[in-house]
């Protein structure tokens, strides 16, 4: 008898770079209009998400990007009632953004209707969140949603795929200035941004198109053990609300694992080289 067989998936990070983890079982690979969908369960992370082989969201590290896309900007806005989140399929951010009681709505706009079946089958603890009486799940192009909807959200987070196929148009100019007309006067908008290590130029042109649309832009960063470098950054424009003067009493008492009021602040200190290459074209 030879040795029991071994089973990894890698994710191809850049041409010369992977993370591979070791697959316990297969539970689901399939086409869909948009992407190439998987699930697998790994000894390491438990249940893994993968779109076109980019591992989205995993059991044991999910936590920690839910939580910074949504706590840095909601305890940033005063009073946070209508929220629109793009992408973010499997629920997570929704959970998240469910935790503030002053949320009256938090609407979902998914572009692919497979992502939000298989989070209702293989992540129950994302996908519940989706089935509350607040959450409102549409399934379409989340830029030709906002296009339409005039100073309708206090807060806009963007929980997408990277820039690629459906995504891409998410990281344009015209995109982040429909953003802005969908805010409300004191409205605000997260979007994950890739990798402060790999992806500069990208988290660059982002930055730049920000700034000429959103009087205040910051960037700030998370630890995120199964994206690309494992160091994630998000940028923030926002009209009225400074992201440092955010309210820490409500911070204090959000039940999270990974985000806090200190973890809020330490978010937007960049290191040194980061901040100085960043910083640079202001
Ligand atoms: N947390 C993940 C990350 O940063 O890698 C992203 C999670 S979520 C699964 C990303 C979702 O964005 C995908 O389900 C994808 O279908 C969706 N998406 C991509 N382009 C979109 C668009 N134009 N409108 C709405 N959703 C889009």
Do not use: N
Not at 73 to 88: A, F, K, M, Y
Not at 188 to 199: E, G, H, I, R, T
Not at 243 to 272: C, M, W
Request: glycine share 8%; charged share 25%; proline share 5%.
């Amino acid at each position: 008898m030879g040795e029991a067989m071994e089973f990894w998936f890698t994710e191809r990070q850049t041409d010369d770079l992977g993370l591979s983890v070791r697959v316990r079982e297969t539970l689901l690979v399939e086409q869909t209009p948009f992407q190439r969908l998987a699930v697998f369960d790994t000894v390491q992370y438990g249940r893994m998400l993968v779109l076109d082989g980019a591992i989205q969201t995993t059991d044991r590290d999910e936590f920690i990007y839910h939580e910074m896309i949504t706590h840095v900007p909601l305890t940033t806005h005063p009073r946070p009632r209508e929220v629109l989140v793009i992408g973010g399929g499997d629920g997570g951010t929704v959970r998240e953004v469910l935790r503030h009681a002053a949320v009256t709505r938090v609407r979902l706009v998914e572009i692919d209707g497979h992502v939000v079946a298989a989070a209702r089958r293989f992540f129950p603890g994302l996908s519940r969140a989706l089935d509350d009486a607040r959450a409102d799940v549409v399934i379409g192009d989340g830029a030709a949603h906002v296009r339409g909807a005039r100073g309708a959200y206090d807060v806009i987070l963007v929980d997408s795929t990277d820039p690629v196929g459906p995504a891409v148009q998410l990281f344009q100019a015209d995109f982040y200035r429909a953003v802005s007309d969908a805010l409300t006067p004191d409205g605000l908008f997260v979007a994950q941004c890739k990798s402060p290590y790999l992806d500069r130029g990208l988290i660059r042109e982002v930055l730049d198109a920000v700034r000429s649309l959103f009087p205040i832009v910051c960037l700030y960063t998370a630890v995120i053990p199964t994206y690309p470098s494992g160091f994630w950054s998000f940028v923030l424009g926002s009209k009225v609300h400074h992201p440092l003067r955010f309210d820490e009493g409500r911070a204090e008492q959000l039940k999270t694992r990974y985000y806090s009021p200190e973890i809020h602040r330490a978010a937007f200190v960049l290191p040194r080289q980061i901040g100085e290459e960043l910083i640079q074209t202001t």
